[in-house]
């Protein structure tokens, strides 16, 4: 009888054990996840203050402003060489005379060309970068820019999110690790781009997606992963790259507007015909800066007051839904990689093409 007690004492301590460690690994495996997924989807109701998001017209590149109703701000990129004084001058229209996150979606000269001339004259909180090792001239002068003005630098990494203040939230959802490499993009991708942050901007029920320069493997790995990329407005990736915005990327997005950001005369197709089509397919009403200037998002949070505003019509002769010609692949395939996405002169010049080609060649990892 004593020991049969013992042993069912034994097995009542076993039990707590096998319960115990069960319990724990479950709550790792499924209630971790989920509770993740729940903060993640989280997002504070909005105050009803107006939300503004300006996407800039700084030629083939990226450079899009979000004040948020709290007055913070948030700046994506900072444009070609060359366009950070439309950066600034946009700020100062706007009376923007702080830049809370600066986010620099890729490394190319594109995005953070002007960078070093928006931080000589804006004082800038927190530096969001991708963190894929890839380094160009530009690149080295913004981290020098970064550097000097001891600003902190924070790599991007799904599930992050900043709060806006006033029901505004801002979450990372790409890249997702581990980095593409250049085999994981056999279709003609480019591995910075593929790298690139990708964001949400949530306030009540409008939501925007920033892209960034993501490739069609970047969208079917934020899908796979779960990741909302369900939105009102999309800024289209790589500037309309037939390598991205794929069919099913639209479909699952839902958008309702789609801007994308690009230089007119532009020799890598961007945007390229084909992507233009898949934009109609999915019934967007399209905005382009390279046609209609600085393209404005406002909201007060509500489904029903998006409103969307570009600073020019169209000329009579352009067509929103005409792609441009390529003159040179936008791929890796072609070398791309080594151009970076460094907008060109609008006429061939070869000897500073050639100039270019050196000093954008990747000189190792950092
Ligand atoms: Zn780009």
Redesign the pocket.
């Known amino acids: 009888m004593a020991q049969g007690r013992r042993s069912c004492g034994c097995l009542a301590a076993a039990l707590v054990v096998v319960l115990a460690v069960g319990g724990f690994a479950g709550w790792r495996l499924v209630g971790r996840q989920w509770l993740e997924v729940y903060r993640a989807r989280r997002v504070p109701s909005a105050s009803g203050k107006e939300l503004q998001v300006h996407v800039l017209d700084v030629g ?3 450079s899009i402003l979000v004040v948020a109703p709290s007055g913070k701000t948030v700046l994506v ?1 900072a444009g070609p060489p060359g366009a950070g004084k439309k950066v600034l001058d946009a700020l100062k229209r706007l009376g923007v005379d702080h830049i809370d996150i600066f986010v620099a ?2 490394a ?1 000269a ?2 953070v060309g002007g960078a070093g001339d928006v931080f000589k004259s804006v004082n800038v909180g927190q530096v969001i970068y991708s963190g894929f090792p890839q380094t160009t001239r530009e690149y080295d002068d913004f981290l020098k820019a970064v550097q000097q003005k001891k600003v902190e630098l924070v790599k991007a990494q799904p599930g992050q999110s900043v709060d806006l203040g006033d029901g505004a939230l801002l979450r990372v959802l790409a890249p997702i690790e581990p980095y593409f490499e250049a085999k994981d993009l056999a279709a003609g991708g480019n591995e910075p ?1 593929a790298n ?1 942050v990708v964001m949400r901007l949530d306030y009540g029920e409008f939501s925007m997606l920033f892209a ?2 993501a490739e069609e493997q970047t969208e079917r790995r934020m899908v796979e992963k779960g990741a909302s990329i369900a939105a009102e407005v999309l800024k289209v990736a ?2 309309g790259s037939k390598y991205a915005t794929s069919a099913d990327f639209l479909k699952r997005g839902g958008f309702h507007w789609a801007v994308v950001s690009t230089g007119a005369d532009n020799r890598y197709g961007l945007p390229a015909q084909e992507t233009l089509e898949r934009l109609k397919a999915a019934n967007v009403k399209l905005y382009r800066t390279d046609l209609q200037g600085e393209i404005t998002i406002s909201t007060r949070g509500q489904k029903e007051d998006v409103k969307v505003t570009a600073a020019r019509e169209p000329k009579a002769n352009q067509d929103i839904w005409a792609g441009l010609p390529a003159l040179r692949d936008d791929s890796a395939k072609r070398g791309f990689i080594n151009y ?2 460094l907008p060109p002169a609008p006429k061939p010049m070869p000897e500073k093409t050639a100039t270019n080609k050196n000093a954008n060649k990747p000189t190792g990892a950092r």
Do not use: I, Q
């Open positions: 083939l590149g990226d990129d979606a890729n190319h594109d995005h781009n690139s960034g320069d790589h500037h970076g996405d």
